[in-house]
């Protein structure tokens, strides 16, 4: 079963900052957070991960608080092209696991 | 990051009937995996592709329906055996090295009748 929860859906509109939440209260010291996203019919597609600290892209910023049991995925000027499902996964990389994809967050950007 | 092709990128079957995916990675990879993801929903695990010997499977997915191949590190197979309308998913693979970020490809979407 997934590790992490989001809410169903969001809406942010163009050119705001879309702010996602994740709950993972019961990561573990070793578990990243990585964060995918699904734009419709094509595979999902890499957006950031971390482990403790903050992390920026040129897609993203992952904000980690400092317990790790919850993050924030912040895309800073969203688009239309950014209506997607995200996802919030946590995984331990040094295993060399698979990604375990809970319901996501279905964000809608709009005009 | 790495690029991959899967093929068919879609298709049409006959129930019992059985399909192969292809999945070509354009670089060495530690990790493949595959995954089905249905009609509205998340994706699901199907199994872990290791590379000269027997794939990993997940709870409720069985070699005998998922035969898995993985000659080499760069590519995998994925059959759908004896199909069903239940079987009617898109089909994902997945790749990357042992740590990191793992990457997919865009899938096969299958349809049975």
């Known amino acids: 079963d997934a590790k992490t929860t989001q809410p169903p859906s969001m809406d942010c509109a163009e050119g705001r900052a879309a702010n996602l939440p994740c709950n993972h209260s019961t990561i573990s010291g070793n578990e990243y957070v990585y964060w995918y996203r699904q734009i419709h019919s094509q595979g999902p597609q890499y957006i950031i991960h971390g482990l403790k600290n903050n992390e920026t892209n040129e897609m993203a910023s992952l904000i980690i608080t400092e317990d790790r049991k919850s993050s924030t995925l912040i895309l800073p000027h969203a688009t239309l092209r950014d209506t997607a499902v995200y996802y919030c996964?946590?995984?331990?990389?040094?295993?060399?696991?698979?990604?375990?994809f809970g319901k996501g967050t279905t964000l809608s950007v709009s005009s | 990051s790495a690029v991959i092709s899967q093929k068919p990128s879609r298709d049409i079957c006959q129930r019992g009937t059985s399909l192969t995916i292809q999945c070509q990675v354009d670089?060495?990879?530690?990790?493949m995996f595959w995954y089905r993801q249905q009609p509205g929903q998340s994706l699901t695990l199907i199994a872990t592709?290791?590379?000269?010997?027997?794939?990993?499977?997940e709870s409720g997915f069985v070699i005998d329906k998922f035969p898995i191949s993985r000659p080499n590190l760069t590519f995998s197979t994925l059959t759908v055996s004896n199909m069903s309308p239940e079987d009617s998913s898109i089909y994902l693979c997945?790749?990357?090295?042992?740590?990191?970020?793992?990457?997919f490809g865009e899938g096969s979407r299958l349809t049975v009748l």
């Open positions: 996964i946590v995984r331990v990389v040094s295993a060399g696991t698979a990604l375990i």
């Open positions: 670089s060495q990879v530690t990790m």
């Open positions: 997945s790749a990357g090295p042992n740590t990191g970020e793992l990457f």
């Open positions: 592709a290791n590379q000269g010997s027997e794939a990993t499977y």
